[in-house]
């Protein structure tokens, strides 16, 4: 009996540290895509306690602030491709490998998404990488995108 996929969901999300293009930086390898994903501290501690990577994003801290967590998420498009859909008030289009880097710039207005697990272990070492499964965007639109849109890609 195949044993039932981990998963999580974060409706109305925040997303922090994005690189879907998989450029180089300090903390990143080219080609590798990912992002984090803020969650709430009772999922963030269920999450934990279930072994999947938890870390603390410091950035624009008031004085006496906690930080808050995030779930850093893979996105690969080798062995299970993600469904990623861009959604504006009269579009909706399929992202793929070759699109998705544009979200790294999006005015994002809503995030709705669902990462796996990948359990691995190694050299006595082991926990859950998150990676994304599904994810819905909507984003900001200004007059004229608003005026001149069409639905060139519909989803499958």
Do not use: C
């Amino acid at each position: 009996m195949k044993e039932e996929t981990k998963t999580f969901m974060v409706e109305d999300a925040e997303l922090v540290y994005l690189n879907f293009s998989g450029k180089e930086n300090p903390y990143n390898k080219e080609g590798y895509r990912n992002f984090g994903v803020i969650v709430p501290e009772e999922l963030a501690q269920q999450l934990a306690d279930d072994g999947w990577l938890i870390k603390e994003y410091k950035r624009d801290l008031d004085e006496g602030d906690e930080p808050r967590l995030f779930v850093p998420v893979s996105v690969r498009f080798d062995r299970y491709p993600p469904r990623v859909i861009l959604q504006t008030e009269k579009t909706r289009t399929q992202l793929d490998e070759d699109t998705i880097g544009t979200l790294d710039y999006a005015n994002m207005k809503n995030v709705d998404l669902i990462a796996r697990a990948h359990i691995w272990g190694r050299d006595g070492r082991g926990g859950i990488k998150a990676y994304l499964q599904t994810m819905f965007v909507t984003i900001e639109e200004d007059y004229l995108e608003k005026k001149y849109a069409i639905n060139e890609n519909p989803p499958n």
